[in-house]
């Protein structure tokens, strides 16, 4: 389902309302997972934060708990995006472009074709258009960041991910390109690439629901990494000193040693 094509906010959560001593931070994807992780580390570090995602009533929901600001935007919509950016304002701190996913898992000789627009869609052009409208907001600040959650999958090819593993690549291009376009501007430009994360959600959409996929992903793994776990990373990149960039950081389990090698127990 498309989301409006403007955020939906109320009076009462403007994002410079009661906040001229607090940097402002977006973060797309907040409805679950990394995104509202993130969302409320970076509150708890100080930051007004905009929890950006499609879904309404959960976005409401944490925006009420860290008193943060609720925006219902679709990144794939290039107009709800100017929405987005139309109640960020010309300020803007910190952008952590979340939102992302993966969907399938078959071969490529029987890929369905729709599920590898969705993924380069939300973790491509979405990507690009959430930062193409918030851009001037980030160099008004003067020392803004912009924040990418790529994935190992953007770095190594496995079977069976074929269409997520070209997505995550273009997320990590995307944003190499973008530090060499911006190497004269006040904006740091930095990826995170997490391994094995569990999450409700992740891999539950990657296999359509299908719960025993979902779980067969993590089963035997001590200890795989979750949400919280990069969100404390992501909240650590961006408050570094303004002349400090990380560039990239690979986050894993200390279980997996590469993709394809995963210590499991049981």
Known sequence: MSAPSTPSTSPTT??????????????TGASSGIGAATARQLAAAGYRVVCAARRAERVEELAAEIDGV??????????????????VGGRLD??????????????????DAEEWRRMYEVNVIGLMQVTRALLPALLASGAG???NVGSTAGRVAYEGGAGYT?????????????????FDQPVRVCEIAPGMVRTDEFSL????????KAD?????????LVADDVADAIVWMVTRPAHVN??????????QAAQHKVHRVG
């Open 14 to 27: 403007d994002p410079g309302s009661g906040s001229a001593d607090r940097p402002l931070a977006v973060v």
């Open 70 to 87: 609720a925006a219902v935007c679709d990144v794939t919509d290039e107009a709800s995006v100017a929405g987005l950016a139309e109640l």
């Open 94 to 111: 910190v952008l952590v472009n979340n939102a992302g996913g993966a969907f399938g898992s078959a071969p490529v000789a029987q890929a």
């Open 145 to 147: 960041v912009i924040l």
């Open 166 to 182: 070209a997505a995550k690549h273009g997320t990590q291009v995307v944003t190499e390109t973008l530090r060499l376009e911006l």
């Open 205 to 212: 959409v990657r296999f359509d629901g299908d719960r025993e």
């Open 216 to 224: 067969a992903v993590y089963a035997g793994v001590p200890d795989p």
């Open 246 to 255: 990380i560039d990239q950081l690979v986050i894993r389990p200390r279980a």
